[in-house]
């Protein structure tokens, strides 16, 4: 990356009100089927424009044409049922109704491919791409198949990687994979998670990324956050194999949220994506704000490793919000690049 500080999204922004209803997450598709790829097409166009005006440098579709950040994706793999639904616990937080996964899974065909052609053909900047993790993925489903999550992640990551081969030959420059799931289940993630991902990236030339979040800023997840006590620390137990292991990028939450930075230096090498827009609610940062912010996380991540981000997407937000986030994140990392140019 030339730029220094390159500002970027954890992937997700609203869509506009005439493809889905907005300000909901998982909202359904308003378009009838026959002109919804035009429709989908047309959102990410306008969301790539907004990321442009804004002075966002690492680009992406804002996950127009996706519902469901998982489901999106399972939805085009064999051995998985939707209809017979399972309710479980996800990341021992809310109940949900998910799949069940009832045979061998298989990739049959690209996920997102045709989309990350489209949004290569729109840009020339950077652009980024973001698909779940394994963990995530497994933890987003009712397994009546495997009986077994390392398993069923292990498939889940040789298919991953299997999407982002192409993706990459589609001129994808970074290929993000997100794993919130990475924040609740330690020990897995220390005993297989990561090499699970790792096995997600294989062979793979482009960089990637791992997104490790404390959600989107929904209720489950904001009462989840009143539970963690006055300092979260869950990185530390998962920081120092995500060290040792062949992932280039970490994106992580940080403003507004009571992770200590000081755990950055877990990753010390790493290049981090540090969360300086909160995205669990409406108030808009000052560039300063988002400054201070880069300022503190300077201190554990070289500035040439240091990646201005928000802290996870912002599908659930009005989209005047998000624009005006997007344009103070571009203009605090402005304010730190100036100051370590001189
Ligand atoms: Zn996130």
Redesign the pocket.
């Known amino acids: 990356m030339k730029t220094l500080l390159p500002t970027s999204t ?1 992937g997700s922004l609203p869509k506009p009100a005439w493809l889905a209803q907005p300000e909901q997450l998982w909202s359904p598709w308003k378009l009838a089927q026959d002109i919804l790829p035009e429709g989908k097409h047309d959102a990410l166009k306008l969301s790539l424009h907004e990321q442009q005006c804004a002075g966002i440098d690492i680009v992406c579709d804002g996950e127009q044409t996706r519902q469901h950040f998982v489901t999106a994706f399972i939805e085009h793999l064999s051995g998985v049922d939707f209809e017979n639904r399972e309710t479980v616990t996800i990341r021992n937080r809310y109940e949900a109704s998910v799949p069940r996964v009832i045979g061998a899974v298989k990739r049959t065909r690209p996920v997102f491919v045709e989309d990350a052609k489209f949004l290569r053909s729109q840009t020339s900047q950077p652009i980024k791409w973001a698909l779940p993790g394994p963990m995530t993925m497994i933890d987003t489903l009712y397994d009546a198949h495997y009986k077994s999550r390392e398993k069923l992640a292990w498939e889940f990551a040789k298919i991953l990687n299997q999407e982002a081969k192409e993706l990459e030959a589609a001129g994808v420059d970074i290929i993000q994979f ?1 794993e ?1 799931a990475f924040n609740v289940f330690f020990d897995d993630v220390n005993e297989w998670g990561v090499a699970a991902l790792e096995r997600a990236i294989k062979g793979l030339k482009c960089e990637t990324a791992v ?1 490790i ?1 404390y ?1 989107y800023g929904i209720k489950a997840n904001t009462d989840w956050k009143k539970t963690l006590g006055e300092e979260w620390r869950q990185y530390e137990t998962i920081f120092p194999k995500l060290q040792k292991s062949n992932i280039d990028i970490i994106s992580l939450e940080c403003h507004n949220s009571k992770v200590p930075l000081e755990l950055m230096e877990l990753i010390r090498g790493k290049k981090v994506m540090v969360g300086a827009i909160d995205v669990a609610n409406h108030d808009i940062e000052t560039p300063e704000e988002v400054a201070t912010t880069l300022r503190k996380a300077l201190k554990f991540v070289d500035a040439d490793k240091l990646y201005p981000c928000t802290n ?2 912002m599908a659930p937000l009005p989209r005047h919000v998000a624009r005006a986030k997007l344009s103070a994140l571009a203009a605090g990392a402005e304010l730190v690049r100036q100051e370590l140019v001189q």
């Open positions: 954890s997100d919130p997104h979040c959600g996870c997407g």
